[in-house]
T-cell receptor, first 114, second 111 residues
Framework: KAGVTQTPRYLIKTRGQQVTLSCSPISGHRSVSWYQQTPGQGLQFLFEYFSETQRNKGNFPGRFSGRQFSNSRSEMNVSTLELGDSALYLC?????????????FGPGTRLTVT | QKEVEQDPGPLSVPEGAIVSLNCTYSNSAFQYFMWYRQYSRKGPELLMYTYSSGNKEDGRFTAQVDKSSKYISLFIRDSQPSDSATYLCAMRLENFNKFYFGSGTKLNVKP
């Protein structure tokens, strides 16, 4: 079974621009979560989508948004980029096994804002 | 105060040593506990998943949860240089697919 894939793997953008990141979950997984990872803050939860609906949300400004398509693929958008948005953005897909959500991460998209 | 606290290390041990990694948490409602391993420039990889208090063993890895003390541990026996990575603890509430992560402990196993 193929793992979680994310594109692009690396991205360089200029402050003020916007960016869209893509995530394809493991086949059969309906939940996709997004995280931001920085050296200072660690892994921080952005949001979770399930069946095309945002189900959980972290404490990030509205510049961070996402969506999920009917095939469970998800995109994350960051508008008006700031220098502090430079980070590794990780996508994770989950399936509910009994009462357990088993979550698997993709390799991440490394975003650099200059 | 962060909801999940983890010593960032780095932790350096000789090959073959027993490694102990720990996290504390403040929210007594956390029910599910996980350990992830992250190699440089890779995404986190799920290592262990536990629900109740007590121990869970998988090969050289043992996960321990003490809900009364709000404390979880990961033990690595016979550590190998290939175990050198950052180890992240994570936890979540019942019925919520939202994970709270520790900041990660960087482990270096010297040959």
């Amino acid at each position: 079974k193929a793992g979680v894939t994310q594109t692009p793997r690396y991205l360089i953008k200029t402050r003020g621009q916007q960016v869209t990141l893509s995530c394809s979950p493991i086949s059969g997984h309906r939940s996709v979560s997004w995280y931001q990872q920085t050296p200072g803050q660690g892994l921080q939860f952005l949001f979770e989508y399930f069946s095309e609906t945002q189900r959980n949300k972290g404490n990030f400004p509205g510049r961070f948004s996402g969506r999920q398509f009917s095939n469970s693929r998800s995109e994350m958008n960051v508008s008006t980029l700031e220098l502090g948005d430079s980070a590794l953005y990780l996508c994770a897909s989950s399936s509910l096994v009994g009462q357990d959500y088993e979550q698997y991460f993709g390799p991440g998209t490394r975003l650099t804002v200059t | 105060q962060k909801e999940v606290e983890q010593d960032p290390g780095p932790l350096s041990v000789p090959e073959g040593a027993i490694v102990s990694l720990n996290c504390t948490y403040s929210n007594s409602a956390f029910q599910y506990f996980m350990w992830y391993r992250q190699y440089s420039r890779k995404g986190p990889e799920l290592l262990m998943y536990t629900y109740s208090s007590g121990n869970k063993e998988d090969g050289r890895f043992t996960a321990q949860v003490d809900k009364s003390s709000k404390y979880i541990s990961l033990f690595i026996r016979d550590s190998q240089p290939s175990d050198s990575a950052t180890y992240l603890c994570a936890m979540r509430l019942e019925n919520f697919n939202k994970f709270y992560f520790g900041s990660g402990t960087k482990l270096n196993v010297k040959p």
